[in-house]
């Protein structure tokens, strides 16, 4: 079973840097792909990042593109974001998740669809 824990949320001011992590506690060789979702108040979940586990094919939202890095160690089994020039825009609940179906479409992957596991999320809120 995929347990996926975020972190490395907080409260920063604008023009900061953040990384978030999460941890795949129960990750198998089935994880495929792996993602970051987050959560504004008031709107609906929207993609932000997306990556291959094998391979590393990355996807960003136009959004985010620029100042946000997705990566991965597999070593670790965790996946990364960085957040550079951090904007009040960004403030939202940062959602990790993993799939475990081949997605051979990158806006696919896009998608909450492609994905099969979600964790808790991290706070991210950015003052100015």
């Known amino acids: 079973q995929v347990q996926l824990v975020e972190s490395g949320g907080g409260l920063v001011q604008a023009g900061d840097s953040l990384r978030l992590s999460c941890a795949d506690s129960g990750r198998s060789s089935e994880t495929l792909n792996m993602g970051w979702f987050r959560q504004a108040p008031g709107k609906e979940r929207a993609f932000v990042a997306a990556i291959r586990w094998s391979g590393g094919d990355m996807y960003y939202a136009d959004s985010v593109k620029g100042r946000f890095t997705i990566s991965r160690d597999n070593a670790k089994n965790t996946l990364y974001l960085q957040i550079n020039s951090l904007r009040r825009e960004d403030t939202a609940k940062y959602y990790c998740?993993?799939?475990?179906?081949?997605?051979?479409?990158?806006?696919?992957?896009?998608?909450?669809?492609?994905?099969?596991?979600w964790g808790q999320g991290t706070q991210v809120t950015v003052s100015s």
């Open positions: 998740a993993a799939g475990r179906t081949w997605v051979s479409s990158g806006t696919y992957m896009m998608t909450e669809l492609a994905y099969d596991f």
